[in-house]
Protein backbone atom coordinates (compact mmCIF):
# COMPACT_ATOMS: atom_id res chain seq x y z
CA UNK A 1 0.00 0.00 0.00
CA UNK A 2 1.37 3.59 -1.08
CA UNK A 3 1.63 5.87 2.01
CA UNK A 4 -0.50 8.74 2.71
CA UNK A 5 -0.29 11.95 0.83
CA UNK A 6 -0.53 13.61 4.02
CA UNK A 7 -0.02 12.11 7.96
CA UNK A 8 0.20 14.34 10.66
CA UNK A 9 1.00 13.03 14.30
CA UNK A 10 0.95 14.44 17.56
CA UNK A 11 1.65 17.70 16.67
CA UNK A 12 1.36 20.28 19.79
CA UNK A 13 1.23 24.28 19.74
CA UNK A 14 0.97 27.10 22.19
CA UNK A 15 0.54 30.58 22.06
CA UNK A 16 2.25 32.64 25.14
CA UNK A 17 2.03 29.42 27.24
CA UNK A 18 -1.81 29.01 26.32
CA UNK A 19 -2.36 25.70 24.65
CA UNK A 20 -3.95 26.01 21.31
CA UNK A 21 -3.01 22.46 20.63
CA UNK A 22 -1.92 19.68 22.47
CA UNK A 23 -2.29 16.81 20.09
CA UNK A 24 -3.24 17.38 16.21
CA UNK A 25 -3.54 13.56 14.19
CA UNK A 26 -4.69 13.16 10.63
CA UNK A 27 -3.99 11.05 7.83
CA UNK A 28 -5.37 11.81 4.15
CA UNK A 29 -5.13 8.87 1.72
CA UNK A 30 -5.41 9.72 -2.29
CA UNK A 31 -8.50 10.52 -3.81
CA UNK A 32 -10.38 11.09 -1.23
CA UNK A 33 -12.09 13.93 0.74
CA UNK A 34 -11.44 14.29 4.47
CA UNK A 35 -13.45 16.07 6.57
CA UNK A 36 -11.97 18.03 9.37
CA UNK A 37 -14.49 18.77 11.95
CA UNK A 38 -14.61 20.43 15.26
CA UNK A 39 -16.21 24.04 16.70
CA UNK A 40 -15.01 27.00 17.45
CA UNK A 41 -11.56 27.16 19.26
CA UNK A 42 -11.13 23.38 18.76
CA UNK A 43 -7.51 24.12 17.29
CA UNK A 44 -8.39 23.40 13.15
CA UNK A 45 -6.92 26.67 12.11
CA UNK A 46 -3.53 26.21 13.71
CA UNK A 47 -3.50 22.76 12.99
CA UNK A 48 -3.90 23.94 9.36
CA UNK A 49 -1.68 26.86 9.76
CA UNK A 50 1.07 24.49 10.78
CA UNK A 51 0.61 22.14 7.76
CA UNK A 52 0.90 24.88 5.58
CA UNK A 53 3.92 26.19 7.13
CA UNK A 54 2.31 29.37 8.56
CA UNK A 55 2.88 28.73 12.31
CA UNK A 56 5.92 26.45 13.57
CA UNK A 57 5.03 23.51 15.39
CA UNK A 58 6.19 22.89 19.26
CA UNK A 59 6.70 19.25 18.82
CA UNK A 60 5.11 16.03 16.51
CA UNK A 61 5.88 15.25 12.81
CA UNK A 62 4.14 15.98 9.67
CA UNK A 63 4.84 13.09 6.51
CA UNK A 64 4.50 14.09 2.84
CA UNK A 65 4.28 10.77 1.02
CA UNK A 66 6.23 9.31 3.77
CA UNK A 67 8.94 11.00 4.16
CA UNK A 68 8.74 13.53 7.17
CA UNK A 69 8.31 17.55 6.08
CA UNK A 70 9.42 20.61 8.06
CA UNK A 71 7.71 24.04 5.61
CA UNK A 72 8.78 26.91 7.28
CA UNK A 73 6.42 29.26 4.82
CA UNK A 74 3.44 28.89 3.09
CA UNK A 75 5.78 28.83 -0.06
CA UNK A 76 7.53 25.54 0.70
CA UNK A 77 4.10 23.96 1.62
CA UNK A 78 2.93 24.73 -2.07
CA UNK A 79 6.07 23.62 -3.85
CA UNK A 80 5.27 20.14 -1.78
CA UNK A 81 1.87 20.23 -3.73
CA UNK A 82 -0.32 21.53 -0.57
CA UNK A 83 -2.63 24.60 -1.64
CA UNK A 84 -5.06 25.90 1.06
CA UNK A 85 -8.87 27.53 0.07
CA UNK A 86 -8.76 30.17 3.38
CA UNK A 87 -11.69 30.89 5.13
CA UNK A 88 -10.96 34.57 5.85
CA UNK A 89 -10.43 36.18 2.32
CA UNK A 90 -7.75 38.37 1.74
CA UNK A 91 -7.96 39.69 -1.72
CA UNK A 92 -6.30 42.75 -3.56
CA UNK A 93 -9.10 44.72 -4.19
CA UNK A 94 -7.94 47.30 -6.53
CA UNK A 95 -6.49 44.47 -9.19
CA UNK A 96 -8.97 42.32 -11.62
CA UNK A 97 -9.61 38.37 -10.84
CA UNK A 98 -6.87 37.43 -13.68
CA UNK A 99 -4.33 39.21 -10.95
CA UNK A 100 -5.39 38.03 -7.24
CA UNK A 101 -5.52 34.13 -9.21
CA UNK A 102 -1.79 34.86 -10.91
CA UNK A 103 -0.69 36.93 -8.00
CA UNK A 104 3.37 36.62 -7.39
CA UNK A 105 3.23 34.40 -10.25
CA UNK A 106 2.61 36.39 -13.52
CA UNK A 107 2.94 34.81 -17.23
CA UNK A 108 6.30 37.10 -18.58
CA UNK A 109 6.57 38.17 -22.07
CA UNK A 110 9.78 40.21 -23.42
CA UNK A 111 11.89 42.48 -21.36
CA UNK A 112 10.15 41.01 -17.91
CA UNK A 113 6.76 42.59 -18.46
CA UNK A 114 3.61 40.51 -17.04
CA UNK A 115 1.73 39.12 -20.25
CA UNK A 116 -1.76 39.74 -19.28
CA UNK A 117 -3.27 38.49 -22.56
CA UNK A 118 -1.71 34.79 -21.76
CA UNK A 119 -2.81 35.73 -17.35
CA UNK A 120 -6.50 36.63 -18.89
CA UNK A 121 -7.01 33.72 -20.71
CA UNK A 122 -5.33 31.58 -18.42
CA UNK A 123 -7.27 32.77 -15.90
CA UNK A 124 -11.20 32.84 -17.72
CA UNK A 125 -10.16 29.01 -18.86
CA UNK A 126 -9.88 28.24 -15.19
CA UNK A 127 -12.85 30.04 -13.82
CA UNK A 128 -15.16 28.66 -17.10
CA UNK A 129 -13.88 25.38 -16.12
CA UNK A 130 -15.19 25.37 -13.16
CA UNK A 131 -18.38 26.87 -13.97
CA UNK A 132 -17.63 30.37 -11.94
CA UNK A 133 -19.26 32.58 -14.53
CA UNK A 134 -16.78 35.58 -13.32
CA UNK A 135 -15.33 37.31 -16.14
CA UNK A 136 -11.54 37.04 -15.27
CA UNK A 137 -11.05 41.01 -16.07
CA UNK A 138 -13.35 42.51 -13.08
CA UNK A 139 -11.97 44.24 -11.05
CA UNK A 140 -12.08 42.76 -7.25
CA UNK A 141 -14.11 45.50 -5.40
CA UNK A 142 -16.99 44.85 -8.00
CA UNK A 143 -17.91 41.36 -6.42
CA UNK A 144 -19.83 40.33 -4.28
CA UNK A 145 -18.88 37.89 -1.11
CA UNK A 146 -19.58 35.11 -2.91
CA UNK A 147 -17.96 35.76 -6.13
CA UNK A 148 -14.72 36.73 -4.45
CA UNK A 149 -15.29 33.34 -2.58
CA UNK A 150 -15.49 31.14 -5.79
CA UNK A 151 -12.07 33.43 -6.83
CA UNK A 152 -9.96 32.27 -3.85
CA UNK A 153 -11.29 28.66 -4.87
CA UNK A 154 -10.33 29.15 -8.23
CA UNK A 155 -6.53 30.79 -6.98
CA UNK A 156 -6.14 27.68 -5.11
CA UNK A 157 -7.04 25.19 -7.85
CA UNK A 158 -4.77 27.50 -9.93
CA UNK A 159 -1.29 25.61 -8.14
CA UNK A 160 -2.70 22.35 -9.67
CA UNK A 161 -1.64 20.51 -5.91
CA UNK A 162 -2.03 17.39 -5.36
CA UNK A 163 -3.05 18.32 -1.47
CA UNK A 164 -6.16 21.11 -1.13
CA UNK A 165 -7.13 22.44 1.49
CA UNK A 166 -10.55 23.76 1.79
CA UNK A 167 -11.69 25.63 5.19
CA UNK A 168 -14.88 26.62 4.88
CA UNK A 169 -15.30 27.06 1.45
CA UNK A 170 -19.10 27.36 1.21
CA UNK A 171 -19.34 29.72 3.54
CA UNK A 172 -20.31 32.84 1.48
CA UNK A 173 -21.99 30.43 -1.38
CA UNK A 174 -25.65 29.43 -2.23
CA UNK A 175 -26.53 25.70 -3.01
CA UNK A 176 -26.43 26.41 -6.69
CA UNK A 177 -22.84 27.71 -6.10
CA UNK A 178 -21.79 24.95 -3.84
CA UNK A 179 -22.36 21.99 -6.41
CA UNK A 180 -20.53 23.49 -8.95
CA UNK A 181 -17.37 23.51 -6.30
CA UNK A 182 -18.44 19.58 -5.40
CA UNK A 183 -18.04 18.88 -8.83
CA UNK A 184 -15.11 20.30 -9.26
CA UNK A 185 -14.14 17.90 -5.72
CA UNK A 186 -15.36 15.11 -7.73
CA UNK A 187 -13.31 15.91 -10.34
CA UNK A 188 -9.97 16.04 -8.21
CA UNK A 189 -11.00 12.99 -6.09
CA UNK A 190 -11.00 11.09 -9.91
CA UNK A 191 -7.50 12.63 -10.52
CA UNK A 192 -5.90 11.27 -7.17
CA UNK A 193 -5.97 14.20 -5.51
CA UNK A 194 -6.94 14.31 -1.85
CA UNK A 195 -8.80 17.30 -0.33
CA UNK A 196 -9.13 18.49 3.49
CA UNK A 197 -12.41 19.51 4.05
CA UNK A 198 -13.80 22.04 6.91
CA UNK A 199 -17.21 22.99 7.04
CA UNK A 200 -19.52 23.51 9.94
CA UNK A 201 -22.22 22.35 7.37
CA UNK A 202 -22.93 18.88 8.58
CA UNK A 203 -24.85 18.18 5.44
CA UNK A 204 -22.04 19.10 3.11
CA UNK A 205 -19.76 16.59 5.16
CA UNK A 206 -22.09 13.64 4.66
CA UNK A 207 -22.81 14.38 0.90
CA UNK A 208 -19.23 15.05 -0.24
CA UNK A 209 -15.80 13.41 2.27
CA UNK A 210 -15.19 9.58 2.53
CA UNK A 211 -13.40 10.13 6.26
CA UNK A 212 -13.60 12.26 8.86
CA UNK A 213 -11.61 13.55 12.04
CA UNK A 214 -12.58 15.19 14.75
CA UNK A 215 -11.27 18.16 17.30
CA UNK A 216 -12.04 19.58 20.23
CA UNK A 217 -10.40 21.70 22.65
CA UNK A 218 -7.10 21.60 21.09
CA UNK A 219 -6.77 17.69 20.97
CA UNK A 220 -8.22 14.83 18.50
CA UNK A 221 -11.47 13.10 19.60
CA UNK A 222 -11.76 10.44 16.79
CA UNK A 223 -12.23 9.52 13.08
CA UNK A 224 -13.27 6.95 11.16
CA UNK A 225 -15.42 6.50 8.07
CA UNK A 226 -18.63 8.67 7.38
CA UNK A 227 -20.10 5.92 6.05
CA UNK A 228 -19.93 4.63 10.27
CA UNK A 229 -21.25 7.46 11.62
CA UNK A 230 -24.95 9.06 12.44
CA UNK A 231 -25.15 13.40 12.33
CA UNK A 232 -26.24 12.74 15.83
CA UNK A 233 -22.46 10.90 17.45
CA UNK A 234 -20.83 13.46 15.04
CA UNK A 235 -22.52 15.87 16.76
CA UNK A 236 -21.87 14.69 20.03
CA UNK A 237 -17.89 14.04 19.43
CA UNK A 238 -18.21 17.50 18.18
CA UNK A 239 -19.64 19.62 20.81
CA UNK A 240 -18.82 17.02 23.85
CA UNK A 241 -22.10 16.61 24.60
CA UNK A 242 -25.23 15.45 22.99
CA UNK A 243 -27.88 18.28 21.02
CA UNK A 244 -31.49 16.93 21.25
CA UNK A 245 -32.30 19.37 18.72
CA UNK A 246 -30.62 21.35 16.17
CA UNK A 247 -33.00 24.21 15.96
CA UNK A 248 -34.37 26.43 18.61
CA UNK A 249 -38.02 27.39 18.01
CA UNK A 250 -40.35 28.53 19.89
CA UNK A 251 -42.07 31.78 18.64
CA UNK A 252 -45.82 32.08 17.32
CA UNK A 253 -46.18 34.50 14.62
CA UNK A 254 -48.96 37.36 15.40
CA UNK A 255 -51.23 39.15 13.13
CA UNK A 256 -49.45 42.72 13.70
CA UNK A 257 -47.90 44.21 11.28
CA UNK A 258 -44.13 45.30 12.32
CA UNK A 259 -42.58 45.99 8.87
CA UNK A 260 -44.32 46.70 5.63
CA UNK A 261 -42.99 46.97 2.23
CA UNK A 262 -44.40 48.11 -0.96
CA UNK A 263 -42.65 48.13 -4.43
CA UNK A 264 -39.04 48.78 -3.03
CA UNK A 265 -36.47 49.32 -5.96
CA UNK A 266 -32.98 50.18 -6.26
CA UNK A 267 -29.65 50.33 -8.39
CA UNK A 268 -28.27 47.37 -6.84
CA UNK A 269 -30.73 44.62 -8.06
CA UNK A 270 -34.06 44.97 -6.70
CA UNK A 271 -37.21 45.66 -8.59
CA UNK A 272 -40.71 46.34 -7.27
CA UNK A 273 -39.86 43.72 -3.74
CA UNK A 274 -43.00 44.11 -1.22
CA UNK A 275 -43.71 41.60 1.73
CA UNK A 276 -44.92 41.92 5.24
CA UNK A 277 -43.46 41.05 8.39
CA UNK A 278 -45.27 40.42 11.88
CA UNK A 279 -44.48 40.33 15.22
CA UNK A 280 -43.00 37.06 16.73
CA UNK A 281 -42.42 36.58 12.88
CA UNK A 282 -39.50 34.73 11.46
CA UNK A 283 -39.43 35.68 7.99
CA UNK A 284 -36.96 33.80 5.65
CA UNK A 285 -35.62 35.26 2.29
CA UNK A 286 -34.14 32.62 -0.13
CA UNK A 287 -32.27 32.47 -2.83
CA UNK A 288 -29.24 32.14 -5.19
CA UNK A 289 -26.23 34.20 -5.37
CA UNK A 290 -26.96 37.61 -7.20
CA UNK A 291 -30.77 37.04 -7.00
CA UNK A 292 -31.16 40.61 -5.05
CA UNK A 293 -31.44 38.99 -1.06
CA UNK A 294 -28.83 40.75 0.59
CA UNK A 295 -29.46 43.92 -1.61
CA UNK A 296 -33.03 44.64 -0.26
CA UNK A 297 -31.46 44.56 3.48
CA UNK A 298 -28.87 47.44 1.88
CA UNK A 299 -31.93 49.09 0.95
CA UNK A 300 -33.83 48.52 3.94
CA UNK A 301 -30.96 49.47 6.26
CA UNK A 302 -30.51 52.65 3.91
CA UNK A 303 -26.94 51.55 2.53
CA UNK A 304 -28.24 52.07 -0.90
CA UNK A 305 -29.71 55.08 -2.74
CA UNK A 306 -33.38 55.04 -2.29
CA UNK A 307 -35.07 54.33 -5.80
CA UNK A 308 -38.76 54.21 -4.97
CA UNK A 309 -40.67 52.30 -2.63
CA UNK A 310 -42.68 52.52 0.73
CA UNK A 311 -41.15 51.05 4.10
CA UNK A 312 -43.76 51.11 7.13
CA UNK A 313 -42.81 50.71 11.03
CA UNK A 314 -45.72 49.58 13.45
CA UNK A 315 -48.14 51.14 10.25
CA UNK A 316 -46.55 54.36 10.16
CA UNK A 317 -44.87 55.37 7.39
CA UNK A 318 -40.97 55.74 7.57
CA UNK A 319 -37.98 57.13 5.65
CA UNK A 320 -34.72 55.30 5.54
CA UNK A 321 -31.67 57.05 3.50
CA UNK A 322 -28.90 56.22 6.38
CA UNK A 323 -27.77 53.55 8.31
CA UNK A 324 -28.76 55.98 11.48
CA UNK A 325 -31.97 56.89 10.02
CA UNK A 326 -32.48 52.91 10.20
CA UNK A 327 -31.34 52.61 13.76
CA UNK A 328 -33.66 55.49 15.25
CA UNK A 329 -36.49 53.77 13.81
CA UNK A 330 -35.83 50.51 15.07
CA UNK A 331 -33.85 48.53 12.66
CA UNK A 332 -30.99 46.33 12.95
CA UNK A 333 -28.60 44.85 10.03
CA UNK A 334 -26.55 41.58 10.76
CA UNK A 335 -24.26 41.90 7.51
CA UNK A 336 -23.16 38.37 5.85
CA UNK A 337 -19.56 39.39 6.09
CA UNK A 338 -18.88 40.13 9.86
CA UNK A 339 -15.28 40.63 9.40
CA UNK A 340 -15.51 43.02 6.73
CA UNK A 341 -18.48 44.99 7.83
CA UNK A 342 -20.01 43.65 10.78
CA UNK A 343 -16.66 44.37 13.19
CA UNK A 344 -13.92 46.35 14.21
CA UNK A 345 -11.31 43.71 14.21
CA UNK A 346 -8.55 45.98 15.46
CA UNK A 347 -10.89 47.27 18.33
CA UNK A 348 -11.85 45.76 21.79
CA UNK A 349 -14.87 43.40 22.33
CA UNK A 350 -16.31 46.55 24.84
CA UNK A 351 -15.78 48.98 21.27
CA UNK A 352 -17.45 46.64 19.46
CA UNK A 353 -20.69 46.15 21.33
CA UNK A 354 -21.45 49.85 21.72
CA UNK A 355 -20.23 51.31 18.73
CA UNK A 356 -23.84 51.77 18.04
CA UNK A 357 -24.67 53.60 20.79
CA UNK A 358 -22.03 55.99 21.09
CA UNK A 359 -24.78 58.76 21.61
CA UNK A 360 -26.44 57.34 24.75
CA UNK A 361 -23.26 56.11 26.75
CA UNK A 362 -21.84 59.22 27.38
CA UNK A 363 -22.41 62.49 28.36
CA UNK A 364 -22.32 64.65 25.06
CA UNK A 365 -18.98 64.34 23.34
CA UNK A 366 -17.21 62.38 26.19
CA UNK A 367 -17.89 58.13 26.28
CA UNK A 368 -18.39 57.11 29.99
CA UNK A 369 -16.48 54.13 30.67
CA UNK A 370 -18.56 53.00 33.14
CA UNK A 371 -21.78 52.84 31.23
CA UNK A 372 -19.66 51.33 28.23
CA UNK A 373 -17.98 48.66 30.65
CA UNK A 374 -21.36 47.62 31.86
CA UNK A 375 -23.19 47.68 28.76
CA UNK A 376 -20.53 45.63 27.20
CA UNK A 377 -21.11 43.26 30.26
CA UNK A 378 -24.64 42.81 30.01
CA UNK A 379 -24.38 41.96 26.52
CA UNK A 380 -21.50 39.08 27.23
CA UNK A 381 -23.93 37.81 29.75
CA UNK A 382 -26.96 37.91 27.24
CA UNK A 383 -24.98 35.86 24.52
CA UNK A 384 -22.60 33.94 26.98
CA UNK A 385 -19.69 35.70 24.78
CA UNK A 386 -16.84 33.52 25.78
CA UNK A 387 -13.79 36.23 26.21
CA UNK A 388 -11.55 37.07 29.47
CA UNK A 389 -12.16 40.56 29.35
CA UNK A 390 -14.29 43.10 27.39
CA UNK A 391 -11.00 44.97 26.64
CA UNK A 392 -9.75 41.74 24.22
CA UNK A 393 -9.47 42.57 20.66
CA UNK A 394 -12.51 41.11 19.26
CA UNK A 395 -9.88 39.72 16.01
CA UNK A 396 -8.68 36.74 19.27
CA UNK A 397 -12.41 35.37 19.43
CA UNK A 398 -13.33 32.37 17.59
CA UNK A 399 -15.79 32.56 14.52
CA UNK A 400 -18.98 32.22 16.80
CA UNK A 401 -18.32 34.39 19.94
CA UNK A 402 -17.40 36.86 16.85
CA UNK A 403 -20.94 36.64 15.91
CA UNK A 404 -22.41 36.87 19.44
CA UNK A 405 -20.18 40.04 19.62
CA UNK A 406 -22.43 41.54 16.64
CA UNK A 407 -25.72 40.15 17.55
CA UNK A 408 -24.60 42.16 21.13
CA UNK A 409 -23.88 45.50 19.43
CA UNK A 410 -27.40 45.52 17.77
CA UNK A 411 -29.33 44.35 20.70
CA UNK A 412 -27.98 47.19 22.47
CA UNK A 413 -29.59 48.98 20.50
CA UNK A 414 -33.47 47.49 21.83
CA UNK A 415 -34.31 46.69 18.07
CA UNK A 416 -37.73 46.34 16.65
CA UNK A 417 -36.93 44.05 13.58
CA UNK A 418 -33.56 42.17 13.13
CA UNK A 419 -32.90 42.00 9.56
CA UNK A 420 -30.00 38.72 9.76
CA UNK A 421 -27.76 37.97 6.43
CA UNK A 422 -26.24 34.24 6.56
CA UNK A 423 -26.40 34.94 10.69
CA UNK A 424 -25.16 31.50 10.88
CA UNK A 425 -22.54 31.61 8.64
CA UNK A 426 -19.01 30.19 9.46
CA UNK A 427 -20.05 29.38 13.44
CA UNK A 428 -20.23 25.63 14.37
CA UNK A 429 -23.23 23.39 15.84
CA UNK A 430 -22.94 24.79 18.99
CA UNK A 431 -23.03 28.16 18.51
CA UNK A 432 -25.46 27.75 15.63
CA UNK A 433 -27.99 26.38 18.44
CA UNK A 434 -27.32 29.28 20.38
CA UNK A 435 -28.25 31.70 17.53
CA UNK A 436 -31.35 29.99 16.94
CA UNK A 437 -32.14 30.68 20.73
CA UNK A 438 -31.53 34.18 20.45
CA UNK A 439 -33.56 34.09 17.12
CA UNK A 440 -36.54 32.45 19.01
CA UNK A 441 -36.78 34.76 22.10
CA UNK A 442 -36.55 37.91 20.45
CA UNK A 443 -39.62 37.02 17.99
CA UNK A 444 -41.22 35.13 21.10
CA UNK A 445 -41.05 38.53 22.65
CA UNK A 446 -42.71 40.11 20.06
CA UNK A 447 -40.03 41.27 17.70
CA UNK A 448 -39.95 40.69 14.41
CA UNK A 449 -37.18 38.67 12.17
CA UNK A 450 -35.99 39.15 8.31
CA UNK A 451 -33.56 36.22 7.72
CA UNK A 452 -31.50 35.84 4.62
CA UNK A 453 -30.01 32.26 4.32
CA UNK A 454 -28.64 29.84 1.77
CA UNK A 455 -29.04 26.95 4.06
CA UNK A 456 -32.13 25.18 3.27
CA UNK A 457 -32.26 23.08 6.26
CA UNK A 458 -32.17 26.48 8.13
CA UNK A 459 -34.80 27.34 6.38
CA UNK A 460 -37.40 24.48 6.88
CA UNK A 461 -36.09 24.58 10.56
CA UNK A 462 -36.14 28.27 11.61
CA UNK A 463 -38.79 30.08 9.29
CA UNK A 464 -42.50 30.70 9.31
CA UNK A 465 -43.03 31.50 6.18
CA UNK A 466 -40.22 32.21 3.08
CA UNK A 467 -39.95 34.48 0.48
CA UNK A 468 -37.95 33.32 -3.07
CA UNK A 469 -35.99 36.12 -4.56
CA UNK A 470 -34.92 35.87 -8.55
CA UNK A 471 -33.55 38.01 -10.62
CA UNK A 472 -34.32 40.53 -7.79
CA UNK A 473 -38.03 39.81 -7.94
CA UNK A 474 -39.97 37.53 -5.58
CA UNK A 475 -40.65 34.07 -7.72
CA UNK A 476 -42.47 32.83 -4.52
CA UNK A 477 -44.02 32.71 -1.26
CA UNK A 478 -44.53 30.09 0.95
CA UNK A 479 -45.83 28.75 4.34
CA UNK A 480 -44.29 26.89 6.65
CA UNK A 481 -47.00 24.39 6.05
CA UNK A 482 -45.69 24.77 2.26
CA UNK A 483 -42.09 24.99 2.78
CA UNK A 484 -39.73 21.70 1.09
CA UNK A 485 -36.25 22.18 -0.06
CA UNK A 486 -37.59 20.89 -3.73
CA UNK A 487 -40.02 24.39 -3.28
CA UNK A 488 -37.64 26.29 -2.24
CA UNK A 489 -34.77 25.42 -5.40
CA UNK A 490 -37.65 25.69 -7.69
CA UNK A 491 -38.51 28.98 -6.90
CA UNK A 492 -35.01 30.30 -7.22
CA UNK A 493 -33.52 28.45 -10.23
Known sequence: MPPPLLEVKEVTKSFGGVTALSDGRFKLERGTVHALCGGNGAGKSTFLSIVMGIQPRDS???????????????????????????????????????????????????????????????????????????DARTVMMDLSVAELQLVEIAKALSYDAEIIIMDEPTSALGEAEADQL????????????????????????????????????GAYVGSGAISDVTREALIQMIVGRPLTEEFVKENVPGTDQALSVRGLNSLNHVKDVSFDVHRGEILAVFGLMGSGRSEIFERLFGLVEDMGGEIALDG???????????????????????????????????ANICMAQLAELGFGPVMSPQREGKAAR??????????????????????????????????????????LDEPTRGVDVGAKREIYRVMSDFAAAGGAVVMVSSETDEVLGMADRAIVMRDGTISGELSRAELSADRLVHLAA
Open 182 to 217: FAAIATLKAQGKGIVYVSHRLSEIFEIADSYTVFRD
Open 378 to 419: DMIDKFRIKTATDLLDVAGLSGGNQQKVVLGKWFLTEPKVLL
Open 60 to 134: GSILRDGAEVTFRTPGQALAAGISIIEQELSPVPAMTVAENIYLGREPLAVFGRVDFRTMNANAQALLDELHFGI
Open 316 to 350: KPIRVSSPAQAIDHGLAFVTEDRKGSGLVLSASVR
